[in-house]
């Protein structure tokens, strides 16, 4: 990140030869159309490019940071075009609650969003996940892995949107707190 800041072009491609395929997934999952996925993800490293000086370390690690630009720009798409993906039209087993909340599912959260912005250790990540309540581990699975918005996790799980926001928030602070 530091390199992109000071105009290293070479640094960015670097970053997208590393991260754009897992990118491209994570973007397709949420909008569900490879052609606007592609858009998205070019959007993303363009923003990426033109704000990596506003990348902050304390707040966290770059390859997080990254795919939160990625993963908000395909969100606000969705948005924007006024059309959500209703539960119906998802994969069962991707919409299914129990199956998010099941320990067992923590190494998929783990591949699709990595384990380097938590501190490279995708044991401990898994072991983090774990001590995780059911319901806030569902919340973040379906958020990070599905991409679903907060308040399709709450119309999913039929809980109210802030409670989600409080859920998904604690486990980030607890997921923080055990990597060390």
């Given at each position: 990140m530091r390199a992109c800041v000071d105009g290293d072009k070479s640094a960015l491609k670097a970053l997208y030869v590393r991260e754009s395929q897992q990118l491209l997934g994570v973007v397709s999952r949420i909008v569900r159309?490879?052609?606007?996925?592609?858009?998205?993800l070019h959007d993303a490293f363009v923003r990426i490019w033109q704000r990596a000086s506003t990348f902050d370390a304390s707040r966290g690690?770059?390859?997080?940071?990254?795919?939160?630009?990625?993963?908000?720009?395909?969100?606000?798409?969705?948005?924007?075009?006024g059309k959500q993906v209703s539960?119906?039209?998802?994969p069962e087993e991707v919409g299914d609650i129990d199956a998010a909340a099941d320990p067992g599912n923590s190494q998929r959260w783990?591949?699709?969003?990595?384990?380097?912005?938590?501190g490279g250790n995708s044991e401990r990540l898994q072991e983090c996940l774990e001590r995780l309540e059911p319901i806030p581990r569902a919340c973040i699975?379906?958020?990070?892995?599905?991409?679903?918005?907060?308040?399709?996790?709450?119309?999913?799980?039929g809980a109210p949107v802030g409670t989600v926001k409080s859920w998904i928030k604690r486990s980030l602070v607890a997921l923080r707190g055990c990597m060390g």
């Open positions: 159309d490879r052609a606007r996925a592609e858009d998205i690690g770059g390859r997080g940071w990254v795919y939160t630009i990625a993963r908000n720009l395909a969100l606000d798409t969705i948005r924007s075009s539960t119906e039209d998802r783990i591949e699709k969003v990595g384990s380097s912005h938590w699975f379906h958020a990070y892995v599905n991409g679903y918005s907060q308040s399709e996790i709450g119309d999913l799980i």
